[in-house]
């Protein structure tokens, strides 16, 4: 196993700058944490699935603090029976879907992105006013989300290397439609 890196992240923003050099077994890690987050997300929406039907209305008029800052809004849509309709589908389907692609790594960045969005939409939900919150599991989560996003991780190990040099026109995926890369990674 070799231990030498070549590899470096660095970024400058607002006047700072980051860099460092990560361990040869960072790539390793980066896999090992999307499949798990991958595997979270999946069985979390095969759960729901599985006790067919899923109802998130109780979540949503019930299990939202009053010191949310989210509370009234989860309550008007709890109150829409349409709406509801589609977010008792939408969010045990877009678990699995976001979890089949992690662990594929496909679309990571695309996936990566809607789970760091529910989980966003948990933490507010859950949200009690308190600073411990900054601790609170699922915002931990969509963090983590964001990283796997952040580090390109379908590329690694994943499809999505391969989905980006696919053939259109004579051109690879990404140099001919180059805003897929915000998608794929």
Do not use: C
Request: hydrophobic share 55%.
């Amino acid at each position: 196993m070799s231990t030498n890196t070549f590899n470096r992240l660095e970024s400058r923003y607002g006047g700072i700058t980051l860099e460092g050099h990560p361990h040869a077994l960072s790539a390793w890690f980066v896999v090992a944490l999307r499949f798990v987050i991958g595997g979270m997300i999946l069985f979390a929406g095969i759960g729901k699935v599985s006790d067919w039907p899923f109802d998130a209305n109780g979540y949503l008029v019930h299990g939202v603090d009053a010191a949310s800052p989210v509370s009234g809004l989860y309550a008007s849509m709890a109150a829409n029976a349409a709406l509801m309709d589609v977010i008792n589908v939408a969010i045990p389907v877009t678990q699995v879907l976001i979890g089949l692609a992690l662990i594929a790594g496909a679309f990571v960045r695309l996936a990566a992105l809607g789970g760091a969005l529910q989980m966003t939409a948990f933490y507010l939900g859950g949200w009690e006013g308190d600073i411990l919150a900054l601790f609170d599991s699922t915002l931990i989560y969509a963090v983590v989300f964001l990283a796997i996003a952040a580090f390109g991780a379908g590329r690694i190990l994943g499809l999505d290397r391969y989905i980006e040099q696919l053939e259109i026109r004579g051109e690879p995926l990404v140099e001919r439609y180059p805003a897929m890369r915000y998608l794929l990674g």
